[in-house]
Nanobody, 124 residues
Framework: VQLQASGGGLVQAGGSLRFSCAAS????????MGWFRQAPGEERKYVAG????????DYTDSAKGRFTISRDNAKNTMYLQMNRLKSEDTAIYYC??????????????????WGKGTLVTVSS
C-alpha cells in the first residue's frame, strides 16, 4: 500500500492550499481516508476524515468552516482544500487510510496506513 501526498508548501496567512493523496496497492473503496497533522513539538492529531464512499465527513474544530475534505474513488485520490490558513496550521500533514466503518476520527495510533508527510508553513 502506498499513499502519496502532494500539495504542501509555503503560504501567507489567509491563503489557500490544496492537498492530494493518491492511493495505490489497495481497493480504494474499502478504505476510509483522513488527514492528520503534526506541529513542531506536538503529537500527531486528526484533522479531517471521509468514509469509504463519502457519506460521512467530519473535521476537527479548528478545521471546520475552513477545510474541505473530498475523495474521487474513480481516481483513487483524496483531497483536502484548506482556506483562510492561519499560522497555527503550520505542520506536517499526513494522509492515512484504514478499513474502518465511518471516518478516521480519533487518535492516530490505530490507523493502519500512512503516507509520508508534506510540510505546510503558514507565514504571518
Amino acid at each position: 500500500v502506498q499513499l502519496q501526498a502532494s500539495g504542501g508548501g509555503l503560504v501567507q496567512a489567509g491563503g489557500s492550499l490544496r492537498f492530494s493523496c493518491a492511493a495505490s496497492g489497495l481497493t480504494f473503496t474499502n478504505y476510509a481516508m483522513g488527514w492528520f497533522r503534526q506541529a513542531p513539538g506536538e503529537e500527531r492529531k486528526y484533522v479531517a476524515g471521509i468514509s469509504k464512499f463519502g457519506a460521512s465527513i467530519d473535521y476537527t474544530d479548528s478545521a471546520k468552516g475552513r477545510f474541505t475534505i473530498s475523495r474521487d474513488n474513480a481516481k483513487n485520490t483524496m483531497y483536502l482544500q484548506m482556506n483562510r490558513l492561519k499560522s497555527e496550521d503550520t505542520a506536517i500533514y499526513y494522509c492515512a487510510a484504514d478499513s474502518w466503518l465511518g471516518t478516521l476520527a480519533g487518535p492516530p495510533g490505530g490507523v493502519k496506513y500512512w503516507g509520508k508527510g508534506t510540510l505546510v508553513t503558514v507565514s504571518s
